[in-house]
């Protein structure tokens, strides 16, 4: 009888080692690079020897096989020897059958179902072990290495080339899981994702349209263009021909202001023309390879579109950005005895709420420059006032066609001119 226990003990106990193996190598390499970063956010030590387990897979799975094979060997080999001192010639069929149900059961198909759903946890637990079995079986592995080697050695080198390859699924994965967990801040994950988002969007989405250029003729006189570039605080002015369809190209504000060549046309320089479909990843690249600031946009006619500069591409990622002359947008501004500046994209709900007020609702209109261009019905001009409800908004400054800042008086009733 004890002879019939330790058999059926040390069955028991190699099963149990091919569970521990199976459950190992599941565990591990089904681990996501998202996973691997968590586990070693944890559990710096068990997340760090994980990494090494799995970047050296050919030792992790060549010491997995080596442990999971000899047990299996020496488990079939008891449970055999057993089956026969108990049912005699008719004990190997009854080892077969019951040793094969009982490993696929315990030692493969149970574990690994197991390792898939925890394999976070299991992984973080069984990495010691393992790695420690793997040490031990170095001379054994050495062994094999050397002999597989001629039939893996191109293999492994088509290989080695991917080792490393992350893909942007995961990339953007790990990000938004950063920014959840507050390892970076929602504003810096809001640019990582706007990087991988930007790329394959057309030009034409983020340009500066037709109407809203600002541009002299070649025939106006430095002093036009200087009231020009004065009043528009533009760090570029397009130049045309004859008529906005006919641009030969742009004036840097500071290279003529402050250089000494009184003839803006000979300081025009040349522009950049690319279709309204074209990738802002590309154009990006354009900008970098040709050190170029800005393109002109045209339609599928060859007509002028839109402006797009490196300023805009980059806005895209991190926000809004101003020149050397250029003034951001003011949000709301107390002045005092009643009054506020407001910038013109500020949204007309915002200052509703902040200044509880009772704005006008304008279908499509969501901003106080939108409010004001439809309350006056046309482009107004600086110094305009218009009447909203129990308020008077003056228009304090335009640039090119855009209002961008509104000056807000409460309890004033605005006049329409």
Not at 170 to 194: K, P, Q
């Amino acid at each position: 009888m004890s002879a019939h226990l330790g058999y059926l003990l040390g069955i028991s106990f190699l099963l149990g080692l091919s569970a521990f193996f199976s459950m190992s190598e599941t565990a591990l390499f089904s681990l996501s690079r998202l996973q691997i970063w968590r586990i070693r956010r944890k559990n710096p030590a068990a997340g760090n020897l994980i990494h090494t387990l799995i970047t050296r897979s050919r030792r992790t799975l060549t010491a997995i096989l080596i442990g999971n094979n000899l047990v299996n060997v020496m488990a079939a080999s008891l449970a055999t020897t057993w089956a026969v001192g108990v049912f005699g010639s008719e004990g190997v069929w009854v080892a077969i059958i019951g040793f094969t149900g009982a490993l696929l059961v315990v030692g493969e198909v149970t574990p690994k179902i197991y390792a898939v759903h925890r394999a976070d946890s299991i992984a973080a637990a069984l990495c010691w072990p393992l790695d420690l079995f793997a040490r031990l079986t170095t001379p054994l592995r050495a062994c094999l290495k050397w002999m597989t080697n001629p039939f893996l050695r191109n293999f492994l080198k088509h290989m080695a080339a991917q080792e490393n390859w992350v893909s942007q699924e995961e990339l953007r994965a790990i990000v938004s899981l950063s920014a959840r967990e507050g390892v970076i801040d929602s504003r810096r994950g809001e640019m990582i994702e706007n990087v991988f988002s930007f790329g394959e969007r057309p030009v034409k989405e983020i340009m500066t349209p037709h109407t809203d250029l600002v541009a002299c003729s070649m025939q106006s006189t430095r002093e036009a263009l200087v009231e020009k570039m004065r009043e528009t605080r533009r760090s570029h002015i397009l130049i045309y021909r004859e008529r906005m369809d006919q641009m030969v190209g742009f004036v840097s504000t500071r290279a003529f202001l402050l250089g000494p060549e009184p003839d803006f046309r000979k300081m025009i320089q040349p522009l950049y023309f690319v279709p309204e479909t074209r990738r802002i990843g590309d154009l990006l690249t354009d900008f970098e390879h040709k050190r170029m600031e800005l393109a002109l946009v045209v339609d599928e006619y060859g007509g002028t579109a839109g402006l797009v500069t490196r300023e805009d591409i980059l806005e895209e990622v991190v926000g809004e950005l101003y020149d050397e002359f250029e003034r951001p947008d003011e949000g709301i501004v107390d002045l005092g005895g009643g009054r506020y500046r407001i910038g013109g994209n500020v949204p007309v709900k915002d200052v509703s709420e902040k200044l509880g007020l009772v704005l006008p609702q304008h279908e499509n209109v969501e901003t106080v420059a939108g409010l004001v261009l439809s309350l006056y019905g046309h482009i107004p001009q600086e110094g305009i006032q218009v009447n909203a409800g129990s308020v008077a908004l003056e228009v304090e400054r335009v640039i090119g066609r855009r209002v961008t800042s509104v000056l807000l008086t409460r309890g004033s009733k605005g006049r329409i001119p």
